[in-house]
């Protein structure tokens, strides 16, 4: 039976995997390096220092800044970042995300995060959803981040669940190959091209039908 599940957090408990997207394009725009949404998806599940290292190496500058200005830069998109988490609200919470996290909690089923964020509890605060998980997971307190699956085992650690009885539920690739190398059983939500191409056991386009149910089943389908 389902042990936890494991969550990503930008992308998959509300839209925030969009406000990055802004705050960095303005940055690149600012360095000149202009990029696209197909780019976002490499950006998507990785933290802001290898974000930045990858934006410049795609306008070819990855040696042209000290590690000064990359610090400044970093900073710059994060405060940017932060200043658009100030909308946020209990309302910006994805559809479903709620209710399951209801249902898991009247079952004794623990939910976790597996962010790279630095600003997972910021973000959880805001959504009044910091008191449904039972462990959010420092990305700073794993050696790596996705797509090794430090952070997904980390978070069966914390909460004494089975790797084969866990399921990670992710909206990057990098996240997606991440759960599948700590061993479970990985939902994407999205694109279903890219996630699946990563390894996603099953892709749904948005949260709307996750449920306790559904995981139950996904969990007996996928597992060997
Ligand atoms: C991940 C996002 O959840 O967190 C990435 O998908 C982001 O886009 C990363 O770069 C690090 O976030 P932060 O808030 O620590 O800059
Ligand atoms: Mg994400």
């Known amino acids: 039976a389902l042990q936890a599940v494991i969550f990503d957090l930008d992308g998959v408990i509300t839209d925030t995997a969009e406000y990055h997207y802004i705050a960095w394009k303005k ?18 599940g990785i ?11 795609l306008g070819g500058k ?3 800044y000290s590690a000064e200005e990359k610090e400044e830069f970093a900073h710059r998109k994060n405060e940017h970042y932060v200043s658009l988490l100030n909308s946020l609200t209990p309302e910006h919470t994805y559809p479903g995300i709620r209710e ?15 962010s790279a964020s630095k600003n997972a509890p910021q973000i959880l605060r805001a959504l009044e959803l910091e008191t449904m998980f039972s462990y959010v997971v ?18 069966a650690e914390e909460v004494g669940a089975d790797i084969e009885a866990c399921i ?3 909206d ?11 061993g479970m059983i990985a939902i994407g939500i999205g694109e279903e091209a890219g996630l ?18 559904f995981l139950e089943r996904t969990l007996q389908e996928h597992s060997h």
């Open 47 to 57: 933290s802001r220092e290898k974000s930045l290292a990858r934006i410049l190496r």
């Open 168 to 170: 990670g539920i992710e």
């Open 100 to 114: 399951l996290l209801l249902e898991l909690q009247a079952s004794g089923i623990p939910a976790v995060i597996a």
């Open 27 to 44: 940055l690149g725009e600012s360095l000149d390096i202009p990029f696209d949404r197909e780019f976002n998806e490499q950006l998507k």
């Open 172 to 182: 990057a690739q990098a996240g997606i190959e991440a759960i599948k190398s700590a």
């Open 138 to 155: 420092h990305p700073d307190s794993v050696p790596r981040g996705k797509p090794a699956p430090d952070l997904f085992l980390r978070g």
């Open 196 to 213: 699946k191409a990563s390894g996603a056991d099953v892709v749904l386009k948005d949260t709307k039908q996750l449920s306790l149910s």
């Open 62 to 64: 990855e040696h042209v």
